[in-house]
């Protein structure tokens, strides 16, 4: 007998909440197999897979109604060459997306790793750098380093700039112009 399992089952192997798990009910991506005498919905190996599933989906970035159409492609297929071309029609654009997202997550990998280095790099002597504006102004700092140190009280005593991306030519208060790097 297969087990049977609860929504607080599902949300604690795939560390989501059972609030997650009833929302993708709600938008009918799930459903219980049954429901106990006392209403608690009950569900089995099957539906947790198909919760990592749209869970996954989800990280891929793809929405409620395309991870609805992908759940529903099975409907109306007559044998396994018409499931195989629903396949082979839909899945590529899923395939581009996911290399997509693949390689914007490995670019801020690397930029993560290199704002580590430049910090390490660049507050050796706390000392000698008055404030992160300093770090953050040094030629050939990280994006990440640029955006969050120039946010936030500076101790350097000058103007801290906005969030935003950096310019070339910007005026401050007293209407000079400086080059920001």
Known sequence: MERVLTSGDLARATG?????????????LLQPNAMSEGGHRRYDRAALEQLQLILDFRELGLSIPD??????MRE???????FRQLL???????????????????RLETELRQALS?????????STVPCPCTVASRNGAPRIVRVLARTGECAGGHVSLPPGPASQGR???DGASRSIA
């Open 16 to 28: 989501e909440t059972v609030r997650t798990v009833r929302f993708y009910e709600e938008q009918g």
């Open 67 to 72: 991870i609805r159409a992908l759940l529903a």
């Open 76 to 82: 109306g297929c007559r044998n396994a060459v018409e």
């Open 88 to 106: 082979r029609d839909r899945l590529p654009a899923h395939i581009a997306q996911a290399r997509n997202r693949i390689e914007r997550m490995r």
């Open 118 to 126: 430049s910090v390490a790099e660049n507050v050796s002597d706390p």
């Open 171 to 173: 005026q401050d208060g």
